[in-house]
């Protein structure tokens, strides 16, 4: 395929040139671009043992570039018609294929099923008609596939990314435009080129990873609009040379630019990141803000070691070596003895959080009863032996599970191992709440009326843990100075009532600060 060809082709993906309605496998008769996802190839390889094939995820993620793909393949091993879009089955056509599929479950039907759905469709139906189907589909059984791509991360493994860009983007460099007033300065073969590269490529993916770990999540589709917008930022070739001959600069159409400002709901998001938004050096003269802008960005798609540390995300570096070091075995670190830096800041973060003096790193579970307005702290003294762990967000579900996997989240864990039960409490840390201690831990605070989202999550996750212990109650400290450290001298009464109806004793702790 030639570059004119190429560019053709690329500006049809682009979101902000026209819908996305050519994008969608259904309508795309794009043959050139051909790639194996992940995904595709785990099917091809274990479809000799595959009984059920499920995959769910939103519109975009590319599970019907799959069914397109290995069509021929469930043919040859026996699956019936697969159902392309569960969605959009009548209810009574649902309700039937819940039925099928709870009779290869149980044995009872030869039949090979493939499944495309919204997740949460799929779920509610199948809760609907048999509510312990989900349950069942999910048990890790061998002969059943099952991926939902809402929580895939595409820029996760470089092969994958690599591959995909290469794909999508590979062409000749040759134009068949040889009277073209862009011969031998071609935005858009230089565009190719540079993203093409080992750093370009890196600087890509590091903007992808970014939007995935501060929450997001990119599907397939977007992230062949993100890579075509890349090299024609909208424009065909005739749209560029009219622009050129009008006398514009071509310069803002060159891959760096990918920052600039947009309407678009995914770029509006990378504009955010812009590494010129972020002080840092630069190399060469700069007179003007453009060209400190053009220089920052110019030097992210050559740093490859020092991407994520360029855009301007709080805290991204630290919260992906985080997300890093949870990835490796055991999986779990215990909380009072790891010495890892960013680990040690947020057990800092937490203890200011509930008291502001506080300048140490042993984890400390407080409680603040709501009705004295945070004038007197309640600090639990028996909560030395509780065993708090760091682990992957995996975890809690009793192991680690597809150990490749780098989940945006992890976890600070209380395990609970009783004769009654075995299980972990578990307060969760996204990218939001990361930042949020990260901040605490270096005293920055917000002046406000009610507890945010991130203090309520933190609250609960302390309640959970008291719930399971109620013995504490017998050391605590009570701190009536909200920015002290001293202990105060109290009286402390236990106060017993009996309940006129039911007959049921309830007690309550009276406390008095002493004069």
């Not at 504490?472 to 105060?488: D, V």
């Amino acid at each position: 395929m030639t570059l004119n060809e190429k560019v053709s082709l690329l500006v049809r993906y682009c979101a902000q040139h026209q819908s996305h309605g050519f994008m969608m496998d259904e309508r795309n008769t794009d043959e050139s671009f051909h790639v194996s996802l992940p995904e595709e190839e785990r099917i091809r390889s274990s479809i000799d043992t595959i009984r059920v094939i499920l995959l769910t995820g939103e519109a975009g993620d590319g599970k019907s570039r799959i069914l397109r793909n290995i069509g021929p393949l469930l043919a040859d091993h026996g699956f019936s018609p697969p159902c392309g879009d569960f969605s959009a089955l009548p209810e009574e056509h649902k309700k039937e294929l819940i039925f099928r599929l709870r009779k290869v479950l149980d044995g009872n039907s030869d039949e090979k099923l493939m499944i495309l759905a919204n997740v949460g469709v799929f779920t509610q139906t199948a809760i609907r008609y048999d509510i312990h189907l989900m349950e069942e589909l999910t048990d890790g059984r061998e002969d059943i596939f099952i991926c939902n791509f809402e929580k895939r991360n595409l820029a996760e493994d470089k092969d994958v990314f690599r591959k995909i860009v290469n794909s999508f983007l590979a062409c000749d460099r040759f134009c068949a435009r040889g009277d073209c007033i862009c011969s031998g300065n071609c935005a858009y073969g230089k565009n190719i080129e540079k993203l093409l590269s080992d750093s370009g490529t890196e600087g890509l993916r590091a903007i992808c990873n970014a939007v995935y770990l501060t929450g997001g999540h990119l599907t397939f589709r977007e992230l062949l609009s993100l890579l075509a917008y890349a090299v024609t930022f909208g424009q065909d070739c005739g749209e560029r040379v009219r622009h050129i001959t009008e006398g514009h600069d071509t310069e803002p159409f060159l891959y760096y630019n990918i920052f600039e400002k947009s309407s678009d709901v995914l770029l509006r998001k990378i504009a955010d990141m812009d590494p010129a938004l972020k002080r840092g050096p630069c190399k060469g003269i700069v007179k003007t803000n453009r060209d400190y802008i053009r220089c920052r960005r110019m030097a992210y798609f050559e740093e490859q070691n020092a991407q994520y540390e360029m855009l301007r995300v709080d805290y991204l570096p630290e919260f992906h070596g985080v997300l890093e070091y949870m990835n490796q075995r055991p999986y779990h670190y215990d909380a009072s003895r790891d010495k890892n830096e960013i680990l040690q800041m947020l057990k800092r973060g937490i203890n200011k959080m509930s008291s502001q003096g506080r300048s140490d790193t042993g984890l400390v579970v407080m409680d603040t009863p709501p009705i004295f307005d945070g004038r007197i702290r309640m600090e639990f003294l028996g909560l030395t032996d509780v065993a708090l762990i760091w682990n992957r967000y995996d975890l809690r579900a009793g192991r680690a599970s597809d150990e490749s996997r780098l989940w945006n989240r992890f976890c600070l864990s209380y395990m609970v191992n009783t004769k009654e039960k075995k299980e972990l409490i578990s307060l969760v840390i996204d990218y939001r709440l990361f930042r949020y201690l990260m901040l605490c831990s270096q005293d920055y605070f917000m002046n406000r009326n009610a507890l945010s989202t991130e203090e309520n999550a933190v609250n609960t996750f302390y309640r959970k843990i008291l719930q399971q212990r109620e013995q504490i109650y017998s050391s605590i400290a009570i701190r009536f100075e909200e920015k002290s450290e001293e202990i105060c001298d109290f009286s402390l009464q236990v106060h017993e009532e009996e309940d006129f109806f039911s007959g049921e004793t309830s007690r309550s702790i009276r406390i008095r600060k002493e004069d």
